[in-house]
């Protein structure tokens, strides 16, 4: 009987030793490919440089950590059959969100069916999503509709001329789409008249016809609820027709495209994170910046600086390794107790989830940006506003 249980022991110290050499698996997609791709490399690189740098320093409670990443190709439908991949066939330790709402959304329906959590960053309808395991990390609000047009109205109205007329145009994307509607309201708030209201299917790549519309209209404000590239093909067909927008806001364009575009000069767009200080006064973020840099660089992409998408990308990961060493667990439902009752210091502030469906209660973390020289820079507010930095207009 003796030997028995010592045999037995010996059997379990070397199968949690077995264990400890294996690394934690994390799962998620990206869309790599399709309309989304451009912003969605963004969040690949800054991702690849998180786990890199966090398994040199030993990785998760001792293990390393293997990102086991897969294309959804923009297209929800891909998305909710990988995760259900990564989960059932892959057996992964944890899972990590894709980029874009309506992805994040199949995502999320397959973590609520197997009972996982799952971190993501870029969800931005939050009313769709009562799942008690998911946690937004990108640092959206619980009310984008109201607080992020409000933070974009209030900051054209430090204009030279601030607008009297707006034209929302938009994509019929879930986020940006219900984020414009919101604009719609906060126009008449701010006693800023709507003289055009024009929406388009995502992923449509003809904008002649809407930039006709855009023209006849001749808005001081052109609010444009765009992802991905469609704001600067908006703007392509605009020059086409030799119009220039006075004020433009595009809402989550991917930000290298539109930074080397010549056509996009002055846009505006919202950010949690940019390259100038106060920002970069955080030694992390310093440190992520330089080897961003160099990654960014080395994949081909456009625009090799920090913004939005990065940080909300590097914050996500930031939030896992705290979560975990928090917790010191990989178990799905210990992790999320230890968010619920913990803030996160992140490159971009700090994260926390106390409203029902875990978002922070505001756009705290939100700021107002413009594409000026050809760099983005924060105009609003002012205490986070570059050196010298005001909102320019034509």
């Known amino acids: 009987m003796k ?12 199968s949690f030793a077995a264990l400890a050499q294996q690394p934690v698996r994390v799962g998620g997609t990206l869309a790599l490919t399709g309309p989304l791709s451009a912003t969605a490399a963004i ?7 998180y786990v890199d740098e966090l398994n040199k320093r030993g990785g998760l409670l ?5 990102w086991v990443l897969k294309d959804d190709q923009s297209k929800p439908e891909v998305a909710r059959t990988l995760y259900e991949q990564v989960v059932t066939v892959d057996k992964v330790d944890l899972l990590i969100g894709p980029y874009a709402t309506a992805n994040i959304l199949a995502a999320i329906g397959v973590a609520q069916r197997f009972n996982r959590l799952i971190l993501h960053h870029t969800a931005g309808v939050p009313q769709l999503i009562k799942y008690d395991l998911q946690f937004p990390t990108g640092g959206l609000p619980a009310d984008p509709e ?5 933070k974009v109205f209030s900051a054209v109205a430090q204009a030279p001329t ?3 007329t707006v034209a929302i145009v938009t994509s019929k994307f879930p986020s940006v789409h219900f984020i414009s509607i919101g604009a719609r309201e906060m126009a008449k708030k701010h006693g800023v008249k709507e003289v055009a209201w024009l929406e388009w299917e995502f992923g449509n790549r003809d904008f002649g016809a809407i930039a006709s519309r855009v023209k006849d209209a001749d808005a001081d404000f052109l609010f444009i609820g765009a992802i991905g590239v469609e704001g600067l093909l908006l703007l392509d067909a605009l020059a086409k027709i030799d119009y220039t927008p006075r004020l433009h806001f595009h809402m989550f364009p991917a930000p290298g495209p539109m930074a080397k575009s010549p056509v996009a000069r002055n846009a505006l767009s919202l950010t949690t994170f940019e390259e100038h200080p106060p920002f970069t006064n955080n ?5 992520f910046i330089k080897l961003y840099h160099e990654r960014a660089a080395k994949a081909g992409l456009p625009d090799t600086a920090v913004d939005l998408q990065a940080a909300a990308s590097y914050a996500t990961w930031q939030t896992l390794e705290a979560a975990v ?27 926390h989830w106390e409203t029902a469906n875990n978002y922070i209660p505001g756009a705290e973390l939100y700021k107002v940006k413009q594409l000026q020289d050809g760099k983005w820079l924060v105009v609003y507010p002012k205490e986070f506003a570059a050196p010298g930095a005001k909102v320019l207009m034509r």
């Open 3 to 14: 030997i028995t249980k010592w045999l037995g022991a010996v059997a379990l110290s070397v």
């Open 325 to 351: 060493n928090g917790a010191k667990s990989f178990e799905d439902k210990a992790l999320a107790a230890w968010l619920k009752k913990n803030r996160v210091d992140t490159i971009m502030g700090t994260l």
């Open 62 to 66: 001792g293990r390393k950590v293997e």
């Open 43 to 49: 969040h690949k690189v800054a991702g690849e440089i």
């Open 162 to 164: 601030p607008p009297k």
């Open 146 to 150: 109201v607080s992020l047009p409000e």
């Open 283 to 287: 030694p992390n973020a310093a440190a």
